[in-house]
């Protein structure tokens, strides 16, 4: 027979795990949000001959989430995320472009 001890760890992994997948979920709903925004964002930029690539917005971003990071993530992985997030945000605008160039 298993200790108890080892059950309750096990136990506990288990529902740890399902809030991870709880708030997995939510994050790809934020997620989904954004890029609604960022779809929105390449509608303008296409139209007005913007460049979709804006370093300085980049920047504030990325200073912004490391300046007030109030997770147990390191403030270098915060920054890591938050920059992917911004490459697939200016892929996604890459792509948009290239569908609608010669709209
Ligand atoms: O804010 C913008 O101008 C955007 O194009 C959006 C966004 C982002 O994903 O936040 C994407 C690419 C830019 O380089 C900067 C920011």
């Known amino acids: 027979m ?3 001890e080892a059950n309750n760890t096990h136990s ?14 939510k994050l790809i709903n934020l997620l989904t949000q954004r890029s ?3 779809e929105k964002i390449a509608e303008i930029k296409c139209h007005s001959k ?3 690539y804006d370093s300085e917005r980049e920047n504030k971003i990325l200073q912004a989430v490391t300046e007030n990071n109030p997770t147990k993530y390191q403030s270098v992985d915060m920054a890591n995320i938050f920059h992917a997030i911004l490459r697939a945000g200016l892929n996604q605008q ?3 472009r290239s569908e609608h160039i010669d709209d």
């Open 36 to 38: 609604n925004c960022v």
């Open 50 to 52: 913007v460049s979709i």
């Open 2 to 4: 298993k200790e108890p």
């Open 94 to 96: 890459l792509l948009y």
């Open 12 to 25: 506990d992994l288990d529902e740890l795990r399902k809030a991870i997948d709880r708030i997995d979920e």
